[in-house]
Nanobody, 119 residues
Framework: QAQLVGSGGGSVQAGGSLNLSCAASGIDFSLNALGWYRQAPGSLLEFVAAIQAGGSTSYHDSVKGRFTISRDNAKNTLYLEMNSLQPEDTAFYYC?????????????WGQGIQVTVSS
């Protein structure tokens, strides 16, 4: 019954910005850790950022300082603000809700959101 619906992808030039959103339903949103992952062409799925129920955040080194993860519990929505985008950020982006019993293991996934950054 859990469902995550992502939106906000698109195409931008290097140096530009995009904001991704992920609306959740069927979960106790405020109690779960949330995260973003991405998969670039020819690459494996990789961690991007996570935010705990208490608000603490973590980022992959490649995006730290450029991306910001946030959540709005009142709207059951997860966000990813992406600034200073580079071609290497081109990928499908996926939002996830982590397991309640283990906040390091994804439990549910949203659909892929295409992000394309051109030079």
């Amino acid at each position: 019954q859990a469902q995550l619906v992502g939106s906000g992808g698109g195409s931008v030039q290097a140096g530009g910005s995009l904001n991704l959103s992920c609306a959740a339903s069927g979960i106790d949103f405020s109690l779960n850790a949330l995260g973003w992952y991405r998969q670039a062409p020819g690459s494996l799925l990789e961690f991007v950022a996570a935010i705990q129920a208490g608000g603490s955040t973590s980022y992959h080194d490649s995006v730290k300082g450029r991306f910001t993860i946030s959540r709005d519990n009142a709207k059951n929505t997860l966000y990813l603000e992406m600034n200073s985008l580079q071609p290497e950020d081109t990928a499908f982006y996926y939002c996830t809700v982590y397991q309640t019993s283990n906040s390091r293991v994804p439990a549910h996934w949203g659909q892929g959101i295409q992000v394309t950054v051109s030079s």
